[in-house]
């Protein structure tokens, strides 16, 4: 078997907190648009990376996933993240830690809990 790509299912009540973190927040830009359709989706990407964004208040009250974004400089993103996004700073996890497991991590949260760990080993 070959896989090429893991391609996660994000569902938001509200499909714009999902934009605001992705693409306002983190710089990812939109592959296929059915945003305003009744069932808004859409697949979202960023150097080879891929997920697909759905509102659908059943499936997001269901379950708050959490990602691991892996980085070659935390700081880079760090400090893009803190400067124009603040917001999205998890309180747990706000600055670039040393984690126990020798990686450096900070973690963003948005309005409907979907986290986001950067992490650099």
Not at 28 to 35: A, R, V, W
Not at 58 to 82: C, G, M, Q, W
Request: with cysteine.
């Amino acid at each position: 078997m070959n896989f090429t790509k893991l391609v996660p299912n994000v569902f938001y009540t509200d499909i714009t907190m999902g934009l605001r973190l992705f693409i306002d927040c983190l710089g990812f830009s939109i592959g296929h648009d059915e945003l305003n359709t009744d069932h808004p989706f859409c697949a979202i990407e960023k150097n080879g990376l891929s997920l697909l964004l759905f509102q659908n208040q059943e499936y997001a009250e269901k379950d708050r996933p959490e990602f691991r974004l892996v980085t070659n400089d935390i700081e880079e993103v760090y400090k893009k993240v803190s400067s124009t996004h603040p917001e999205f700073l998890h309180p747990n996890l706000k600055e670039i830690t040393l984690r126990p497991w020798g990686a450096r991590e900070f973690a963003l949260k948005d309005d409907s809990n979907v986290c986001i760990i950067i992490q650099q080993w």
